[in-house]
């Protein structure tokens, strides 16, 4: 009997437009929950590995940080992740994420996605803002998950935007550049 696949980790990329008053406020939330988004099941990369219902009630078992900033500051803590210092530019309105390495599976992307979706209430009205999870390092055309926020609301797509993904790999290529330049 052959053991499941391993998944292998992803690099992270979000995009998200919000004034400062917004950016402290989303920062200050309480983290969004699997459960609060009905639409995993059509994220069929990620539903393949969920375990169905089961899957969500795993996620939702853990205890969660008290806020987004908190489980953020989680994320740059684990050197694992690569993450560099989360960039929000009050001037372009822009918060930005890149997390060099995070889990392909399929459970911990529903614990690292779910407070990033979260933002999508925060963000400007008919922004292009988006999240991608891919597998940068190696180079493969897969993506597991890609994500539009407008309106209010986060919803997945079947692939990324050649501008998305191009702003994504700039972004990852200098976080990258950054944790090198770190380690001397």
Not at 98 to 119: C, D, F, T, W
Not at 131 to 149: Q, V
């Amino acid at each position: 009997m052959s053991q499941p696949a391993v998944p292998q980790p992803l690099s992270l990329y979000a995009r998200f437009t919000l004034d400062l008053q917004r950016y402290q406020a989303y920062m200050d939330s309480a983290p969004a929950r699997p459960d609060e988004f009905g639409d995993w099941p059509a994220a069929s990369a990620l539903q393949a590995g969920l375990g169905g219902r089961r899957g969500h009630a795993e996620a939702l078992t853990d205890p969660q940080p008290a806020t987004v900033a908190e489980a953020i500051k989680a994320w740059r803590q684990d050197s694992w992740t690569g993450t560099p210092p989360v960039e929000y530019d009050e001037l372009r309105r822009e918060l930005r994420i890149a997390m060099l390495q995070v889990s392909g599976h399929p459970i911990e992307m529903l614990r690292v996605l779910s407070p990033l979706r979260g933002a999508a209430g925060f963000n400007d009205a008919g922004s292009d803002d988006f999240i991608l999870a891919f597998d940068f390092r190696r180079g493969r055309g897969e993506t597991p998950a890609y994500l539009r926020l407008s309106d209010g609301a986060s919803r997945f797509e079947r692939a990324p935007s050649a501008p998305h993904m191009d702003e994504a790999r700039r972004h990852l290529d200098r976080a990258e550049a950054y944790l090198r330049e770190r380690a001397g």
